[in-house]
Every structure is written in structure tokens, then in C-alpha cells.
């Protein structure tokens, strides 16, 4: 198969509330940044794969408009999946392996403000059993963390120390949400939003979006000095029923990490989605990643967290950290769905 | 580069405007399983599921593979959802074969469906929403003024619209899976029928149902395991293009001719009417048949209606159109496009039952979709490359 190597990668601002600016300006910035940075133009790309969720918007077949960014006539050869565009990615660069394509530009984009985030997503559950319970995505998700800390598998102390470290090196990010020097006692003192989880150990509700050039190696060296190699990619999804799940660790994430060859070589950093502080701690172990991996040297999700992108994020922040010099080799990660129910694993490496 | 795929198992649900006795996961898992049958396997020979459908408010149902991940046996394997608007059938077909193409995958399971009677699509298509163009009164009154422009250019007389309406519904009274069985459709029938967005008549419109399509497609060496033949997958391509801009033609898209070209190139067709034998096309209101017959190439700009007029695209005609009643007789929008597949797949196999075209070799299988701008086709023979 023929290898896949990331170009570039960009994103907007992270914010809370874009307020009047909509999905498609939001993507023409980012798009015409990214295109004008490497040098290229957007009919240099063979395949344009997009990742979205017409539900944010609140209207059917919202995506539609976005294709506009790339200014599609004459026509182009273009896909979307409603996922985060990390599976988007994922499908680009199996075109890629195909040979059809020799490059590809992948954008995501999400603008929660305009509605309720955390009862919109409960529609993604079992639609009779557990949606008519209007269980949302922070219930459920304290309800894992409830019982990782009943069955000790973490403390609240280690989702504190989670999220004071992805503050901290949040701080690295230009343009992130939430970046700043905590202590985990100063956190532990924070009340509980939804008991055991505090508002900090959430992550908070972007508006933004973010785009991804890939290539094959050779026309990736044409198009910059240091091209990512991605060397393992694979994704797993696990049942959807809450109860048939433990819940307490990512078996999903587990093989998507052996299938992508996590461990054949040294991992030295890893930037994993986790929305919750606590399932970094279940994500660092099912990957098998020890106390000397750097996580999340962006701030991760906890950081900034752009529905239908951030996951895209956690593999363009992980290239752009070997792109700088600071790695060789690491890891991303992407989730979707309630507690971590479908995951994807890529292995990103400097090209040599 | 690319590898050789084919399709090893299709399966079908009966299709009908409410299927009451399923849920959404009974209504997935009834097509998954009858491919599989049909492919001689088990869920564990399935590599990857790959799923598509139209919006997700169709339903109401937010990233439904997360919740048909048990119904389709995707538990510890990758999946994909894809979402290209009314094409997504056709796409979702195109992309699942792609992780086996890339030699990625062996053999996976792809599941396109809709199930309308869960919620109300004309509504979910109405939402307005703030600087953008509103889609009022849904498909219909969206491609109207298209279908009126094609009669203006071509001059093409007004029963051409009701004989397609005629046919296909004719057609699908050989199809037992078929949502519209109304056996003594006649012209007048349709021609009688209320106007709902002037030209296009009641009877000229698709219906709206619920149901499910799955295809289980492998690569080159476990093509011939199963018990049945394989269909093999000569070309697959997708195209996009935008929805308003100057010199975009809506009536003859250029997204759908560079599509077709694109496929027959792969499938070493040089004339299309000649070599193939027949074709499974989108056309969920009348017209769109001797529109899209121009569009992929069978006929000449301005003549597509005459082929219908002629009926030459009949079971027997020299392009049967539709033969299993097409979308005019079933539409669950997310699987209309893989139906399209299915089927000229169907007919390559020979399994199709009473609309078999006699001796089909070559197929095209095509889907569009949001204001005729996206599309996805294939072609698939019986032949092996």
C-alpha cells in the first residue's frame, strides 16, 4: 500500500461563541491560510473529504453549503462523512492507497453555540432504550468517571492532575479556549458540576474549524520541507449499549492501537481526544503508553474542543510538533459517540 | 495501483412506506443478513461495516452508526458513516469498496438505508436557516423549474414524462421487494393524476419509504469463494460540483457527465448504448430519465426523451432504464443510491429475478443528489477485467 504523509494543517481561533461568523467563514479562512501557506492551489487537490454534523446547525443537508469553501466548479471529486473529520481523513487516505488520488485536503468544522450541545448529543444514543431518557453526553460521562472512582481505577486526583497539565501546556497554543497555571488542589476545590465531575474536568464548547493537507510522500516533499509520515491508522467502534460495555476501560481504542502499531517503536508524545479528563487516563492505558509519554502537549480537547474537528485536531497538532522538531514520533487519537465508543488510532513519524 | 474488488452478496429488505414490525437496527440487520446469506458467510468474515444515509434528521437520530453498531456486528471493527446528500447510497457504495481497492480491507459489509416513517422528511428538509437559500416545498418544487427548462431546450413533448412514470411502475410489479405496486397504471392514470409542482403530476413523484440495501464486496481472491457469482466492479467514480455559480448548468451538470466519462474510461466504454446492457439510474421524478439519458452519455443533447419516447429503455429496448421500478417505485432515500448499485449489480449476477434484462454483461449503476450536484456511479460486469 502507498504511504500517506501530512503537508500542513490549520485551525481557527478557538471560541466559545463566533457569533454572526458561520460555518463557511470560518472554513474560507482556514482553507485559503492553508492553501496560500504550502504554496499550492486548491486544484492541486485531488480529493476533497469533509467531516460534519448537520444536527449543530439544526438544519438537514447543512454540509452541502460548506463545499462552497473550496469553490467546487468545474467539479471536483469530493466526499463527507458525518463524523469527526479525523474519519475523514481516514477516508482520504485510503483514496490515496487506491492511487486515484495523489493528495487530498480534509476540512472539519463545528458551531455548537447556537444550540444546547450536551441534549443534542443524547439523540446519538440507542433511540428507544436511552434517547427518551434525554441521557446527555455529561451524565453519561460522569456516570463512567463515577465508576472508574468507585472501582479505583483513577482517583480525583489524577483527573485534576489531567487537567492542570493540559492547561499548562495549553498555554503553547496561540488562540486556544482555556490555558493557565492551576494546581490540582486549587481545582479539587472547585465545586462538582455534575457530580464527580467538576466544570474543569469537561471540555468546553468551541466554535471553529480546521483543515488538513496530505499527500503522497513524493508530492509531499514538493510541498514542504518536513513532511509526517503516517505510518499506522485504523479505527475501532464498540457497542453502543452503555451496559454491555466496561466502561472503565477502551477496548475499542486497545485494538485500534495494536492494528496502527502504537508500540512497534518508541512513543514519545501522544495527543489524545479525551472530552473528559478521565477518560485520558483510560485512553493513555489502552494504548499502553507509559509515565515518560508526553500527553497532550496542545491542551488537547480539555483545551479546545470543536465538535466534528477536534479530533482532526489532536493528528494536525501532532503533526505540526514533529513538524517543529520537538518529536519524531507519536501518537493521535480521536473519539466519537457517548464514554469513548468509537475510536481511531494514527501513528504519525518524521520522514527521514 | 488499484485493486480489483467485486460484489459477493447483496441483500434487500421488502420495502414499504412504514415498516412498523422493525426498528431501526431490525430493518439494518434484515439486509446485512440477507448479503450475507447470499455471500455464503458469517459476521465474522466481515472486516470493516461501512454505512450510509441521508440527513441524520430523517430519523432524528444523531451519527446512527454509533447505535446500528450491534445491529450490523461492528462491534471491535472500523466503521464508517458516509453522507453525501441523495447520493449517498450510490457514495456509501463507492467508499466501502474503496477500503477493499486500497488493500486495506479483504471483505467488507456496507448498509445504506432510511426509514421515513419515523419522522417526516419534508419537514426535516424545510428548516430555514439564517443567509442561506431556503428549500421550500422540499425535492419536488426544487428541481420543477429544472425539468420545465429541459422541456423549453428539447422541445420534448409532455407524455414523455408520464410514459417514464408508466414503465418504471410497470417494472416494478416484476420487483417483489418494490414499495409501489399498482397494477393498472396506464397513461391516463398518471396524466390524471394532481398536479403538484407544475409539470411534475403526483404519479410522476417518488414515494416515500422505509427499507434497507447492503452489499457485501470482496477482493480479487475470495471474489469466487461464495456460492453465487460475483459482479465485478470495473469503474466507480463520485463528483461534485456547486450549487449556484455562472455557467453551472442544472439542467445537463457537468459533475454527472465528467462522472459517467469517468467510469466508462475505467470500463473501457467507448459507446455507451452499445455496450451496456442496461443501467440503474436516480430518477425520482419522471423527467429526470430522458434528462440523465443525455447526461451519461446514451443520448445526444436534446434527443434523451425520443430513447424513452421510442421505448427503448423498456425491459428489451437497446438501455433498459430502471427495471426494477427504480426510485419512482421506492425511494428510502439513504439506500436509494445503493438500490441503484444493488441492482445493476442484480443484473450482472442474473439474479434478478422477472425484470432480468436477458444476458446482461454491463451495468451502470448512478445516484445524485442536494440540487443535482453530487454524483456517484459505477459499472459492474459479469466479466472479470
Known amino acids: 500500500m502507498r504511504d500517506v504523509a501530512i503537508v500542513n494543517y490549520r485551525q481557527t481561533p478557538a471560541i466559545r461563541n463566533s457569533g454572526s461568523t458561520n460555518e463557511l467563514q470560518m472554513l474560507e479562512s482556514v482553507i485559503q491560510g492553508v492553501i496560500a501557506e504550502s504554496g499550492v492551489s486548491l486544484s492541486d487537490m485531488d480529493f ?127 488562540g486556544t479556549q482555556l490555558s493557565g497555571d492551576y494546581s490540582v ?46 505510518t499506522g491508522l485504523d479505527n475501532r467502534i464498540e457497542s453502543s449499549m452503555p451496559t454491555l460495555r466496561d466502561l472503565t476501560v477502551s477496548s475499542s481504542t486497545e485494538i485500534a492501537g495494536q492494528k496502527a502499531g502504537v508500540n512497534d517503536k518508541t512513543v514519545e508524545f501522544a495527543e489524545l481526544h479525551a472530552p473528559f479528563s478521565h477518560q485520558e487516563i483510560l485512553l493513555q492505558r489502552a494504548l499502553g503508553l507509559d509515565d515518560g509519554v508526553d500527553i497532550n502537549p496542545s491542551g488537547g480537547a480539555l483545551a479546545a474542543n470543536t465538535m466534528m474537528a477536534a479530533g482532526l485536531d489532536r493528528i494536525g497538532h501532532a503533526a505540526k510538533l514533529i513538524q517543529s522538531g520537538k518529536y519524531a514520533r507519536g501518537v493521535a487519537h480521536a473519539t466519537s459517540g457517548s464514554c469513548l465508543q468509537h475510536n481511531l488510532v494514527a501513528v504519525l513519524e518524521a520522514a527521514s | 495501483m488499484s ?26 440487520n434484515e439486509a446485512a443478513r440477507r448479503a450475507l446469506e447470499d455471500a455464503g458467510l458469517g459476521w465474522d468474515d466481515i472486516d470493516a461495516v461501512i454505512i450510509g444515509k441521508a440527513p441524520d434528521m430523517f430519523e432524528g437520530v444523531l451519527m446512527p452508526e454509533l447505535y446500528l453498531a450491534d445491529a450490523l456486528g461492528a462491534s471491535g471493527k472500523p466503521m464508517l458513516r458516509v453522507h453525501t446528500a441523495g447520493s449517498v447510497g450510490g457514495s456509501t457504495a463507492v467508499v466501502a469498496a474503496t477500503h477493499v481497492t486500497s488493500g486495506t480491507f479483504d471483505r467488507i459489509l456496507t448498509v445504506t438505508f432510511e426509514k421515513q416513517s419515523e419522522s417526516n422528511a419534508m419537514w426535516a428538509l424545510s428548516i430555514p436557516r439564517p443567509f442561506s437559500m431556503h428549500l421550500n416545498a422540499g425535492a419536488g418544487g426544487h428541481f420543477a423549474p429544472h425539468i420545465r427548462e429541459y422541456m423549453r431546450r428539447t422541445g420534448a413533448p ?33 396524466m390524471e393524476s394532481p398536479m403538484l409542482w407544475d409539470p411534475i403530476r403526483f404519479l410522476e413523484s417518488c414515494p416515500s419509504s422505509d427499507g434497507a440495501c447492503a452489499l457485501v464486496i470482496s477482493n480479487e481472491e475470495l471474489a469466487n469463494k461464495g456460492p453465487n457469482k460475483p459482479a465485478w466492479i470495473r ?49 425520482p421524478f419522471s423527467w429526470y430519465e430522458p434528462m440523465w439519458l443525455e447526461n451519461l452519455g446514451f443520448a445526444n443533447k436534446g434527443e434523451g426523451w425520443k430513447l424513452t419516447d421510442a421505448g427503448e429503455t423498456e425491459i428489451g429496448g437497446s438501455i433498459p432504464f430502471n427495471c426494477s421500478g427504480g426510485v419512482l417505485s421506492t425511494n428510502a432515500i439513504g439506500a436509494s443510491g445503493m438500490i441503484r448499485f444493488a441492482e445493476s449489480a442484480m443484473q450482472v449476477r442474473g439474479t434478478a429475478g422477472e425484470h432480468q434484462v436477458d444476458g446482461a454483461k454491463m451495468a451502470v449503476g448512478h445516484a445524485y443528489g442536494a440540487s443535482a450536484q453530487f454524483f456517484a456511479m459505477w459499472a459492474v460486469s459479469s466479466e472479470k477485467p
Not at chain 2, 407524455?159 to 391516463?188: C, E, F, T, W, Y
Open chain 1, 185 to 230: 488542589a486549587d481545582l479539587l476545590a472547585e465545586p462538582t458540576y455534575v457530580s464527580p465531575l467538576r466544570m474543569h474536568d469537561c471540555a468546553p464548547i468551541t466554535d471553529g474549524a480546521s483543515v488538513m493537507i496530505i499527500a503522497t510522500p513524493e508530492k509531499a516533499k514538493q510541498w514542504c520541507d518536513t513532511p509526517v509520515l503516517i
Open chain 2, 235 to 283: 469503474g466507480m467514480a463520485m463528483r461534485s460540483e456547486t450549487m449556484t455559480c455562472k455557467g453551472r448548468d442544472e439542467v445537463n451538470p457537468q459533475a454527472g457527465s465528467d462522472c459517467a466519462k469517468d467510469i466508462y474510461s475505467q470500463a473501457g466504454i467507448s459507446n455507451p448504448l452499445k455496450e451496456v446492457d442496461m443501467a440503474e439510474v436516480y430518477v
Open chain 2, 3 to 28: 485493486r480489483l474488488a467485486a460484489v459477493v452478496g447483496i441483500g434487500q429488505t421488502e420495502y414499504r412506506s412504514a415498516r412498523k414490525d422493525v426498528s431501526m437496527g431490525g430493518l439494518v
Open chain 1, 48 to 174: 476533497v473529504c469533509s467531516g460534519s454534523c448537520d444536527y449543530l446547525a439544526g438544519a438537514a443537508f447543512a454540509f452541502v453549503e460548506a463545499i462552497e469553501s473550496v469553490g467546487p466548479f468545474p467539479p471536483i471529486k469530493e466526499s463527507h462523512v458525518e463524523m469527526d473529520a479525523a474519519w475523514a481523513l481516514y477516508e482520504a487516505v485510503l483514496k490515496i492507497r487506491t492511487g486515484e488520488a495523489d493528495s487530498a485536503l480534509i476540512y472539519g468544522f463545528g458551531k455548537s453555540s447556537p444550540g444546547d450541545l450536551r441534549s443534542v448529543l443524547s439523540l446519538q444514543l440507542d433511540p428507544y432504550y436511552l434517547t427518551p431518557l434525554w441521557l446527555d453526553t455529561i451524565s453519561a460521562a460522569a456516570l463512567q468517571a463515577a465508576q472508574c472512582l468507585d472501582r479505583g481505577v483513577l482517583s480525583e486526583d489524577d483527573m485534576a492532575a489531567v487537567v492542570a497539565r493540559s492547561r499548562a501546556n495549553a498555554k503553547s497554543v496561540p
Open chain 2, 158 to 190: 409532455a407524455h414523455v414524462g408520464p410514459m417514464v412514470a408508466v414503465k418504471d411502475r410497470k417494472n416494478a410489479l416484476k420487483n417483489p421487494l418494490a414499495h409501489l405496486q399498482i397494477p393498472d397504471i396506464s397513461l391516463d392514470m398518471v
